[in-house]
């Protein structure tokens, strides 16, 4: 490699930057063999969606952050694949190219260039050879292959459903994009409930193995947390309760022990019974109710704490366990996602069914004696002292009464003795529920992968032969959806209008495109076979490099995007396409950068995009700012005046570098040697835990030491600074190969090894002994390291500072906390 050196005296990052940026693209530094590659390891992050106005701090911090990790793997010795791509399509896109009034197909492209150059210009270790954009139909032609596997297997299907419905959008809404009512996009805006035929992929089918994998993943607390949450998996027992249709309505429960102070029912306006329970008399009442609650969100209809409505439908069901007619009445709080859309209410030992029965003046029976107060209620803090003032007891601790054969059983014992005598009389059984509910992946929009799905009058719905993906997006000038619920598509009849690939009559595509969610549920599948048109992944190249061994993303994303993807690869691994069931290894969840004093993020105007940062002090000072400025899994507050101190420290380490030599260590670099060693095992435990704030504290640290060591005129020895380069490599990388060359080497700094350090030559020659006489510091030793604990207590005794204090008193005890304190009791 040869020397380009500039002006060897100051540190100009702008030229050292361009010129490894430069020789990196020249030399394929960063280009991975996939295929002969002797130790892969699978370095990912997530891929980006290419918004207009580029990349922000918050992103840079995530990317640097995993490709810190990354480079670090490498000087291990790992053949490292850190691939990149353009997460392109979807509703952001299709909206902010709405907004400045250019086509998404043009508006895209320009903005990936953008993203190139400023990831470029961080210094990541990219492998641009395996590029992916989800817009390339070379790549959503397999995003469709992926639904036509899943529909084959019984998996994508398409049913009408309840849906979160954006008037704004224009399109439906997944649960966690509607905040407080509103659409996360537009938060003045309403979210509707409405009822649309949707295709759903069928993730239900996989609760129970998303959930009892996290037992063994390697994944942040946090994020298994999150999963775990959504998942939702609750024990209790589906109980049978008949109606006057002679249809009956199946109820989960987890306290089916309170089965006997069941007072009524209460359906989800949606059930498909309601209809038929209607009376005439109540037929109005109802229709009007379920308009007004058809208005509302789902997730305003989750919020516990509001006013409970409802209305009688006319008719009773039948309790299973009491043979008593209750009333079935009807409830916006009553959701058919969750259990059957039904639910059993037992007002004494639920507040909020007691809520419900207050207000409609309905039975409240006691079932449960709490074995704390003797009654079923607790008392609470209220003027007047009346019923008003007491909450239903809902806790496990109590017996049962008021429940015939069962009454004296405990509660936890009364669940599986009244389950098992209700599934005796065939009115019950033992269940397990999900809070999680089937993807929705309907999209009724212009700006995705058309679902590949052909609708013919005689054959029904028909899928799309393989040989004919991909099912290419037609070009629409007016793309702009409609309050309709129909697809843009569905305006372009000579795309959409085609013959049926069964029978040949007169058929029509679908014409909603897919959520962007399944581009991004197996794009890390995609990049180690970016060369091959004719397979998804190649089983070879997918064998050597997946699972990916290292994921380092948001938990913004723990329950959809990263739920997604285990989904997808679950789903292909019973298919028999891949050889392993969970994606990613190991995931580390990254932490948030706080601007002003809340998260930075576009939707709070605090963004700040990076590109000023990075011309003014270069791209490696930049980088270390972000990386010192907390814990990587925590993150840290932005302030511009913190970087300039980076930049000290690498004027610094320069400085080192540009005055070293090639002489020989000598009895006068013995503190430095010491450092030397102690810094490589710090950084490298560190840097191994992300922990990078404190990884460029101790090489701070080794660098104040050199710059203290008195070389004087003939320099800091090579064999000192050598490894500094190599441990600043993974933060600094342009900086790092600069330092690398100067001192001698013609080959990449990361072609080098990770430095390996002695625990003997470590150890510090003395370390400081603090003695404390009843809990007071009295002295401060300079002793060996590991020393006995007789010993210190010796040297302690004999300090004249420490026996002042002790003469002629009796010493009670002595505690020993080893190279650390002797603490004298007297």
Aim: contains cysteine; proline residues 6%.
């Amino acid at each position: 490699m040869s020397a380009e050196r500039a002006d060897t005296q100051t540190y100009d990052p702008e030229a050292v930057e361009q010129k490894w940026r430069r020789l990196w693209g020249e030399r394929r530094t960063n280009a991975t063999d996939v295929h002969g590659a002797p130790k892969p390891y699978y370095n990912l992050m997530m891929y980006p969606y290419p918004s207009a106005e580029g990349l922000h701090v918050g992103n840079v911090f995530a990317f640097v952050g995993a490709d810190v990790h990354g480079r670090f793997r490498r000087l291990q010795g790992w053949d490292v694949f850190e691939p990149i791509g353009f997460d392109a399509f979807g509703i952001h896109s299709e909206d902010y190219a709405l907004k400045v009034n250019t086509h998404p197909a043009e508006l895209i492209p320009a903005n990936i260039r953008r993203f190139r150059e400023q990831l470029k210009r961080f210094g990541l270790m990219l492998d641009w050879d395996h590029e992916v954009s989800t817009t390339d139909p070379r790549y959503y032609k397999w995003t469709q292959w992926i639904f036509l596997q899943l529909y084959e297997a019984g998996l994508a299907v398409r049913k009408k459903a309840p849906v979160n419905w954006c008037p704004e959008c224009m399109t439906v809404l997944a649960n966690e994009q509607v905040i407080n009512g509103m659409c996360e996009r537009h938060l003045e805006t309403a979210v509707e409930l409405r009822f649309l035929e949707q295709w759903f992929f069928k993730i239900t089918d996989y609760a129970e193995r998303l959930l009892e994998h996290h037992e063994w993943l390697d994944w942040s607390g946090s994020t298994r947390t999150m999963q775990v949450n959504w998942i939702g998996r609750s024990e209790g027992a589906d109980l049978v309760f008949e109606t006057p249709t002679g249809t009956p309505i199946t109820v989960f429960t987890t306290r089916p022990d309170t089965v006997f102070g069941a007072t009524y029912m209460v359906l989800a306006p949606e059930h498909p019974l309601v209809d038929e329970l209607t009376t005439s008399e109540q037929r109005q009442a109802v229709n009007d109710y379920r308009r007004q609650a058809g208005a509302m969100d789902l997730i305003s209809r989750r919020v516990g704490d509001r006013e409970k409505t409802g209305v009688f439908t006319g008719s009773y069901t039948r309790n299973p366990a009491t043979g008593e007619s209750v009333p079935i009445w009807i409830a916006d709080y009553v959701l058919m996602e969750y259990g059957t859309g039904a639910i059993m209410a037992v007002p004494a030992h639920d507040e909020r069914d007691l809520g419900f029965a207050r207000k409609y003046d309905l039975e409240v029976r006691q079932v449960v004696e709490s074995r704390e107060t003797g009654n079923g209620k607790r008392e609470v803090d209220r003027e007047g002292g009346d019923a008003e003032g007491e909450l239903p007891y809902t806790g496990w601790e109590g017996t049962l009464i008021n429940s015939g054969q069962f009454d004296g059983l405990p509660c936890a014992e009364a669940v599986a003795a009244i389950t098992q005598w209700l599934e005796e009389k065939n009115a019950g059984g033992v269940k397990v529920q999900y809070r999680l509910h089937d993807w929705c992946i309907s999209r009724q929009r212009y700006w995705g992968p058309p679902i590949p799905i052909i609708y013919c009058g005689d054959c029904g719905a028909v899928p799309v032969p393989e040989g004919d993906l991909p099912v290419l997006l037609p070009p629409l000038e007016d793309f702009r959806p409609d309050e309709s619920g129909v697809s843009p598509l569905a305006r372009v009849e000579e795309w959409y209008r085609v013959p049926c690939p069964k029978c040949g009559k007169d058929a029509y595509r679908e014409t909603d495109v897919s959520d962007t969610f399944l581009d991004s549920a197996w794009y890390f599948l995609r990049y180690p076979s970016t060369e091959f048109d004719d397979r998804p992944f190649d089983s070879v190249l997918t064998k050597k490099w997946l699972p990916v061994n290292s994921y380092i993303g948001g938990n913004e994303h723990a329950v959809l995007h990263l739920m997604y993807a285990r989904f997808i690869t679950m789903a292909l691994h019973d298919l028999g396409h891949l050889d392993f069931e969970e994606p990613f290894t190991q995931f580390r969840a990254h932490g948030t950068i706080v601007k002003d004093g809340a998260k930075m993020s576009k939707s709070r105007g605090n963004v700040v995009i990076p590109d000023k940062y990075i011309a003014k002090w270069g791209a490696d000072t930049f980088r270390m700012y972000l990386m010192f400025l907390g814990p990587y899994q925590e993150g840290g507050d932005f302030q511009d005046g913190g970087i300039s101190g980076i930049r000290r420290f690498l004027d610094k380490a320069w400085a080192l570098v540009t005055a070293g030599t090639d002489g020989e260590l000598g009895d006068g670099h013995g503190e430095a040697q010491r450092k030397l060693h102690q810094t490589i095992r710090g950084v490298g435990g560190d840097l191994e835990e992300l922990r990078y704030n404190t990884a460029i504290s101790k090489l701070m640290e080794y660098v104040n030491v050199l710059r203290a060591s008195g070389s004087g005129d003939a320099g800091t020895p090579a064999a000192l600074l050598e490894p500094l380069a190599i441990m600043l490599a993974p933060l600094a990388p342009h900086f790092a190969e600069e330092c690398w060359e100067r001192l001698g080497h013609d080959t990449s700094v990361f072609d080098a090894a990770w430095p390996t350090y002695d625990e003997a030559l470590a150890q510090e020659q003395t370390i400081e002994l603090v003695v404390q006489v009843n809990g007071k510091v009295r002295g401060r030793l300079q002793v060996r390291p590991g020393l006995s604990r007789d010993a210190a207590i010796e040297r302690a005794l004999a300090e004249d500072s420490v026996q002042r204090f002790v003469e002629g008193k009796e010493i009670r005890k002595a505690i020993h906390v080893p190279d650390r304190l002797v603490n004298l009791v007297v």
